[in-house]
């Protein structure tokens, strides 16, 4: 028996190395055919050799999605607003830039999330740390968010962000850290000798400033050298190998991601979700979305001040302007208020939007030619934002202030209209809701009223510290220098004008020391979220952003002196001189949550999961919508499927199939259809075993083992690092659904749209006694190619098999075949 098993080994091995000597690992980790596509230099130049790479580059995109229902979507603060399904994934992606010779290196992440938490951050680390080592680190890794209204929340570790998240919901904590460090891990496995190149340019048509009269508000002197009250301006990074292949770009815009409102309750990405999908589309001709190796981020930049509602805002009961200091209408006040975007509808506005991104940056991207080269460098420091002493001249030193939000915050902007009777630029209290607050939450100490004036405080969220503290005060200030490109690593959301002071006086602090000619760009959401940054000016108005400058009025004057002195010390090479500072604290909280739990599931009498309810029409035309109707599960249990790590077992059903994995006996058996497999491993260094059943994958290595398994397009992948300390990552990625075509020629579908697409939509609505249904809609694009298709769902259901017993079960269900018909 070890003979045949020993040769059994050999033979897979072999296959193993013969297999890997032909394929190519892409973006997202899987192993294919080398890309097709030609060089493509920049400039037009196609003679790119090998010598004049510059930097080690790599990109790596993977979903950080996490539960699509019932957990509430993070960005307007809106209790109602839970999730309900998906309209498009989320994804993390990373680039990593590193000096070819010696260990210095820069990793930036955008993903498709609301803001960088702390908790996000220091657990990312932590992971990271154990993967790598000292390689990155605090100083050189930049997480960002690209501020998504419509992801989902509860992965915070401060209370006050605990209130309209539900609590801390570890699902989508896990989600984020897990796909944020995925992305880095593949970008970090595909790194080559590349080039960069940088361009940029001016949007038009796709912004304003929703607080046009605190922008007003600064000094005129400083507004008339500017042609308009937003920055307009886009910064994009193009990244090619030493032989021209396309690799990915970063591009930074600002403008929220508030194309959908506040009553949208599909996972989506935004505006800028939607550029990088048009982009990332475009260069990986041929793949699914979410798949290819091209990876394009839209990252955020100083957007505090920034909407992409561009027809401005009306009153929604009676049509007029409300375009004024208190942005409220004469019937129904500021709750009336709302921007409208330039579509029909949210979904035509995001469309539109972030088509206008996408062309830009696809102008700004052929036409780069601009190549950055230089050193790389990186500074960080942790600072007590809560006390920072400002020299604002020779005489005069001020201070930041304990966090606290003004009576403005809960009036909300005209992107997502507040409650009650809150208005935006109040600058005096209320005595109705002063004294609710002083009854619940304590009255603010005299000291954080003066020093938050003219800021009427409503929460004095510094001074709360039960269950735990309701703000930061330890935050990241960070700069990451990739040769002549300098990427400030802002803690929330500057306005434009806060913006254009900070990337000055930046560009004059590098100017002053021996660099100058850099290229500085401010990317928001950075790392830990303090919500917004004022100018002194905006401040004194108290709308909704100044009520939200938490560390006061002097806020914006105390990250200029931080980030003057973080690049003081990269110029001068100097920035192991810096004080590290405080370390922020990481609270002992797993999952704190008020989400419904999730139990056994039915469906209704003479159906079962994945039946249709509501059929498809058997012919449709392009721009018509595909609808079909099942009986549906939640989808959190697809993101949620239970797994124990002591025991280290791990059972999952996929129709008739159960896969047992326990790696203490390293024994893996599968049941197929009244066959049985049983295979054992004891103890194989560094071997990779492939074998197929029915379209069914499996690849393991045990000492860094992997363990790879798809059945249809459900995914489940598991990685094992350090077997003797029996650490288990663990991470899904499940499609809900697929569009899939005939082929006459092949007698066989084949998927032509998933989950990512921006094409389809899923909804899901609870029903009672248990029940629930799924709605999938197909939205045909133009062009659609006529044939005979279908639509799918994949979900999991709970079912009871003793009292204390419940397992989670997949299912599918189809619709019937319809027809697309030409034009």
């Not at 192993?31 to 080690?56: F, V």
């Not at 992965?155 to 992305?183: D, E, H, M, R």
């Not at 496995?189 to 046009?212: A, D, Y």
């Not at 507040?418 to 005595?431: I, K, L, M, R």
Request: with cysteine; glycine share 10%; proline share 5%.
């Amino acid at each position: 028996m070890i003979l045949i098993a020993c040769l059994v080994l050999m033979i897979s091995l072999t296959v193993v190395l013969l297999v890997l000597h032909f394929l190519t690992k892409n973006t997202n980790g899987k192993w294919g055919y080398p890309s097709p596509s030609e060089p493509s230099a920049p400039g037009g130049c196609t003679n790119n050799i090998a010598e004049e790479a510059k930097y080690l580059v790599g990109v790596g995109r993977a979903d950080c999605t996490g539960p699509v229902a019932q957990v509430p979507l993070m960005g307007y603060a809106n209790p109602d607003q839970v999730g309900g399904g998906l309209l498009s994934r989320l994804y993390s992606r990373a680039f990593i830039v590193a000096e070819p010779e010696g260990s210095k290196r820069v990793v930036f992440v955008s993903a498709d999330i609301g803001m960088v938490s702390q908790r996000v951050r220091l657990e990312v680390l932590k992971q990271l740390r154990s993967k790598y080592g000292e390689l990155y680190r605090q100083d050189n890794v930049i997480l960002s968010g690209t501020h998504t209204h419509s992801g989902p929340g509860g992965y915070f570790q401060y209370t006050l962000f605990w209130i309209t998240s539900k609590g801390l919901v570890q699902p989508a904590l896990s989600s984020i850290v897990n796909g944020i460090v995925k992305s880095i891990a593949i970008a970090h496995e595909n790194m080559k000798r590349g080039r960069l190149f940088i361009n940029r340019g001016t949007v038009e048509n796709s912004q304003i400033n929703r607080s046009p009269f605190s922008y007003l508000a600064n000094p005129e002197s400083e507004r008339n050298r500017y042609s308009s009250n937003t920055d307009k301006e886009m910064v994009l990074l193009k990244m090619v190998d030493e032989d021209g292949h396309e690799l990915g770009l970063i591009s930074w815009f600002a403008v929220h991601p508030v194309s959908m409102n506040n009553s949208n309750h599909l996972v989506n990405s935004d505006n800028v979700g939607y550029a990088s999908y048009l982009f990332e589309q475009e260069k990986n001709k041929g793949m699914l979305p979410g798949e290819g190796s091209f990876v394009a981020a839209f990252a955020s930049s100083n957007l505090g001040d920034v909407s992409p509602n561009t027809r401005g805002p009306f009153c929604a009961n009676t049509g007029e302007s409300c375009d004024n200091p208190q942005s409220s209408c004469p019937v129904g006040g500021a709750a009336m208020c709302m921007a409208k975007g330039p579509g029909n509808d949210m979904f035509e506005s995001t469309r539109i939007i972030g088509q206008n991104i996408y062309l830009k940056a696809k102008e700004l991207y052929e036409k780069a030619s601009q190549e950055v080269t230089g050193a790389l460098s990186s500074a960080h420091q942790w600072v007590n934002m809560s006390s920072v002493s400002v020299e604002l001249n020779a005489t005069h030193t001020v201070k930041t202030c304990k966090p606290a939000l003004g009576h403005s915050f809960a009036a909300g902007t005209i992107d997502g209209v507040g409650a009650f009777n809150f208005t935006q630029g109040s600058v005096e209290g209320d005595p109705f809701w002063d004294q609710i607050r002083d009854q619940l939450l304590g009255e603010p100490s005299n000291e954080t009223k003066a020093c938050h004036k003219p800021k009427p405080i409503l929460f004095n969220t510094g001074e709360m510290t039960r269950p735990h503290p309701w703000h930061p005060d330890i935050v990241d200030v960070q700069i990451a220098a990739i040769g002549s490109l300098a990427i400030l690593a802002v803690p929330g959301e500057f306005t434009t004008m806060s913006g254009r002071r900070l990337r000055e006086a930046v560009k004059s602090e590098f100017d002053s020391h021996g660099t100058p000619g850099m290229n500085v760009v401010i990317a928001g959401l950075c790392n830990v979220y303090t919500h917004y940054i004022t100018t002194y000016e905006e401040y004194q108005a108290q709308r909704y952003e100044a009520a939200s400058t938490i560390y006061g009025p002097h806020t914006l004057s105390a990250y200029i002196q931080l980030y003057r002195g973080l690049a003081k010390a990269i110029a001068l090479n100097a920035t192991q001189e810096l004080s590290p500072g405080p370390e922020p604290p990481l609270f002992n909280v797993t999952s704190v949550t008020l989400l419904p739990s999730l139990g056994a599931e039915s469906a209704p009498a003479n159906k079962t999961f994945g039946d249709v309810l509501e059929e498809v029409r058997q012919e449709y035309r392009e721009r018509e919508v595909a609808k079909v109707t099942f009986v549906g599960a939640n989808p959190r249990n697809s993101a949620e499927n239970a797994f124990g790590i002591d025991g280290m077992m791990l059972e999952f059903g996929i129709d008739r199939m159960m896969l047992e994995f326990g790696i203490d006996r390293m024994m893996l058996e599968f049941g197929i259809d009244g066959m049985m497999l049983e295979f054992g491993v004891f103890g194989i260094d560094g071997m990779m075993l492939e074998f197929g059943i029915d379209g069914m994958m499996l690849e393991f290595g045990i000492d860094g083992m992997m363990l790879e398994f798809g059945i249809d397009r459900m995914m489940l992948e598991f990685g094992v690092f350090g077997i003797d300390g029996m650490m288990l990552e663990f991470g899904t990625e499940h499609n809900f659904l697929t569009v899939e075509r005939y082929s006459n020629i092949s007698s066989s579908w084949r998927v032509v749209l998933n989950d990512a697409s921006w094409d389809t939509r899923f909804y899901w609505s609870k029903g009672s006694r248990g029940q629930s249904n799924v709605s999938i809609e197909w939205h045909i694009a133009a062009g659609a190619e006529p044939g005979v298709y279908r639509l799918r769902y994949f979900g999991h259901y709970k079912k009871r098999l003793s009292f204390l017993r419940v397992i989670t079960v997949p299912f599918e269900g189809s619709s019937s075949a319809f027809h697309i018909t030409a034009p």
